[in-house]
């Protein structure tokens, strides 16, 4: 019972960062230079295409995917949590993943914000690819592993927007605190997933 609570609190608190990010980030679709960062604003201005694929695919997935691991809706939605998963899908690997590629080369803060970004832009759609290949071939939990570790990292846009301002408090260079959440971002995140996913895994799971 108290297991069950307590994982119901964490994937609502999770639902609520993500929606909250989401709402946020919709201001990037109308074009503003304004409303952009300001470091990256000419490299947005530029880029507008790249962005949008990046911003409405990252939407999608960070809205869709707290969803997908509420079992209610997968056991008795199935057909409405497939759709979802398809959509999310293309969410990561299609536009928000290769927006994100497009995007990294140009990103504030020099060569390590490049290859951080670029990374997670590269492991988002692998794993996305993954998961897929796994449901593909029924092999259900691999999939739902490969789910959990690609919404890990969506779930980076998140964890950059609370790590940013923790790092410029404790006074570090704003720049440096940059370069620091292109990787401080994504990389926590998967090794916490991986330590859930040996804990929880299910001996001789397919």
Known sequence: ???????GFGLGVMTLLALFVATTSFRYFALNPD????????????HPVPLLCHIGGGIAAIVIGPFQFWSRLRNNYLR?????GGIYLVGTAGFGAVGGLLLAPHAYGGHSTTVGFG?????????????????LQGRVS???????????????????????????????????????VAWLSWVPN???????????RKPFAR
């Open 1 to 7: 019972m108290i297991k069950s609570a307590a994982k």
């Open 119 to 135: 990374m997670l832009a590269i492991l988002w759609s692998v794993t996305g690819l993954l998961a897929l290949w796994a449901i």
């Open 142 to 180: 691999q999939h739902r592993e490969w789910m959990i570790r690609s919404y890990a990292l969506t779930f980076a846009a998140v964890t950059l927007r609370l790590w940013l301002p923790i790092l410029v408090a404790l006074g570090v260079e704003f720049e440096e605190a940059y370069q620091t």
């Open 190 to 200: 998967l090794i916490i997933t991986e330590g859930y996913l040996v804990i929880t």
């Open 80 to 84: 409405l949590h497939r759709w979802m």
């Open 35 to 46: 409303a952009y960062f300001e470091e990256s604003r000419a490299v947005y201005v530029e």
